[in-house]
């Protein structure tokens, strides 16, 4: 992981503002929380093909995701309600949306039309890029006080989008896997506006996605019922593990953690390194090795990440 740095905002009083800054040692431990973090995301997308390629429906899926974490969390989400109903609707529905049930579903479909280096590449490697832009809008240019590196990234971007949507099935894979990283950066930038403590995001995004998606489940059943009781046992346990244990309870803590020790976009850019991690899993589980040009987009959305946390 690159070394703590300016984060590619230079506004200071607005995303990269860290109260806690005074302390250096929390500084080591929201990078270790980012550090994990990428770790599970790697395996996410991982869990997310394994499941495209067996036939899983996303929104099956999405029960183990959303199910034990949304369970375990919804005593919480009660408890703390007046809490709860402090956060403008606004930030609930950026961040429930960004990072629920919703994203879920849209980079699970996405999968089913491209490989694990393209997704893991386009998802998080282009979060800086739209956590910048979004930035921007609502705080001002100060946001895009890095551009050099934001546009090394956006032309890793353009790099694959040019050379290899056209191919068959990729262009609507792609299109979702980039609307998809729009949604988590908008969750990013609500949640560190919200000001939610780890736990109470992680009750928020999981117990109300959990009940957002019970309805489309019956209606899954009812139209013909559901797969996931068919699933091999390697492949449920496989999905239990990383889906509802590492993105439903851990990453969720982790990456809240992170964002208020590290500020939205410094976690969005170390984030987009996730794809490296996720290639090489990749390779040995699914026989899935990059095209040249993945891997040239890949470069060069790593190096305008590097880029971004060197520059001061």
Do not use: N
Request: hydrophobic share 60%; proline share 7%; with cysteine.
């Amino acid at each position: 992981m690159p070394s703590p740095a300016v984060p590619i905002s230079a506004s200071q009083h607005t995303l990269s503002h860290r109260p806690l800054a005074a302390k250096p040692g929390l500084d080591l431990l929201g990078w270790a929380a980012l550090a994990l973090t990428l770790c599970i995301w790697a395996a996410f997308f991982i869990s997310l093909r394994a499941g495209a390629r067996a036939a899983l429906p996303p929104a099956e899926l999405a029960l183990l995701r959303f199910g034990p974490a949304g369970l375990l969390f919804m005593p919480l989400l009660w408890r703390r309600r007046a809490r709860f109903a402090q956060v403008p609707l606004k930030l609930w529905l950026m961040i429930v949306v960004g990072a629920g049930l919703p994203y879920f579903l849209i980079a699970g479909w996405g999968m089913r039309h491209a490989p694990v280096a393209d997704g893991a590449t386009l998802i998080p490697g282009t979060l800086p890029l739209f956590t910048a832009l979004l930035a921007a809008a609502l705080h001002g240019r100060a946001a895009l006080a890095r551009w050099p590196a934001l546009l090394c990234i956006a032309a890793g971007i353009a790099t694959m989008l040019a050379l290899k949507a056209g191919q068959a099935g990729l262009a609507q894979g792609y299109a979702m896997f980039l609307l998809g990283s729009l949604m988590w950066s908008a969750y990013t930038l609500a949640l560190r506006q919200a000001k939610l403590a780890p736990i109470e995001a992680a009750a928020l995004i999981s117990s109300v996605s959990l009940l957002l998606l019970l309805p489309l489940l019956a209606w899954q059943a009812a139209q013909g019922g559901l797969s996931l009781p068919a699933l091999p046992r390697e492949q449920l346990w496989l999905q239990l593990l990383i889906q509802s244990i590492g993105v439903g309870l851990i990453s969720t803590l982790s990456y809240s953690f992170a964002v208020a020790r590290l500020g939205a976009q410094r976690s969005a850019m170390a984030g987009a390194l996730t794809p490296v991690l996720a290639t090489l899993l990749a390779l040995p589980m699914f026989g899935e090795q990059p095209d040249l040009v993945t891997i040239v987009g890949m470069l060069l959305i790593a190096a305008g990440v590097l880029w971004g946390q060197r520059k001061a």
